[in-house]
Each structure stands twice: as C-alpha cells, then as structure tokens.
C-alpha cells in the first residue's frame, strides 16, 4: 500500500511514518512537509484521505469550502474521506456547557485552571472549529454522498463522506 503523509512539523511527519512503516510492510510511505491545502499532488490522486485533528485550524467559510472541494478532487471516484476533528455545537447555550465547562473540566483534569485557559486561549486565537452540522453539510455541498457520523462526544466527532 502507498500512504502520503503531510504535516506542518518534520517531528511529527518522522514519528508518523516510523508507525506507518511498522505495519505498512511491502508498501511505500512518502512524506510531504508542508499545507496540506497546497500538496503537488495530482487530482484524484487517494483513495483514502484521513484528516485528523487538522480542519479546525482552517480560517473563514470560504477556506473551508475550499478546502473541502480540494479534498473532494483529491479522491479517486469510490474514494472516502474520514475525519477526526474538533467541533462546535450549533445552539449557543450547548456549546457553551459542552466547550466551558464540560471540555473546560477535562482539560483543568489533565493539568490546572491556567492550562485549561492557555488551550482556550490558544483555540480563540489559531482555531476556527466548526459544528458537525456545519461540515456534514459541507461535505455534500461540495459533492460527498454517503455522508455519515461515526462518533461524537462531546467537542470532538469522527465522520466519513464518500466519492461516487
């Protein structure tokens, strides 16, 4: 099996494909540093696009859009894309108890009341996560068909679109 693998960080792309490597055996594993919004990488190129934790660093509506219609010409026809992303809640009231104090409680666990406000703080000023509703219906806006949730809980879901 072929995989591409691209990431902002050497760091991360050198321990990605030491795992792939570990279990890819008679396949290859190409390493792409860089955007992945701007990989030399041919239309309908993959089979399979995995995006992991990686769409909430997106910006504005038009760069999302974008970049799910690049992604959507990227695969092969039968090709999927499967996602891991952070996400937000439509209703104001929800986002607020699930993102605040739910999440803001997960995160005070891991450390302290500071670290929580430094990921929050961080997220406001690099992150634009969008709602699960919101990207579902992108998916299909820009061509995906069998749209589906795998998981959701709480501030982060998996989900797959398929290219027919």
């Given amino acids: 099996m072929h995989i591409t693998l691209s990431d902002l960080s050497q760091p991360m792309l050198d321990k990605a494909k030491e795992r792939v490597d570990a279990i890819n055996k008679g396949g290859s594993c190409q390493t792409i540093k860089g955007d992945f919004r701007t990989l030399p990488v041919a239309d309908e190129s993959f089979d399979v696009i995995i995006a992991t934790a990686t769409l909430h660093h997106l910006r504005d509506d038009a760069d999302w859009e974008d970049t799910f219609a690049m992604l959507y010409r990227k695969l092969k026809k039968g090709g999927s894309i499967w996602i891991f992303d952070l996400i937000t809640q439509n209703a104001n009231a929800l986002q607020e108890f699930i993102y605040k104090v739910r999440y803001g409680d ?18 406001d000023k690099e992150d634009s996560p969008r709602s699960l509703m919101y990207q579902l219906d992108l998916l299909r806006k820009v061509g995906f068909s069998k749209v589906d949730i795998l998981h959701k809980n709480l501030s982060f879901a998996s989900f797959v679109g398929g290219k027919e």
């Fill in 106 to 123: 997960y995160l005070t666990s891991l450390k302290d009341e500071a670290y929580r406000d430094h990921v929050f703080d961080y997220i």
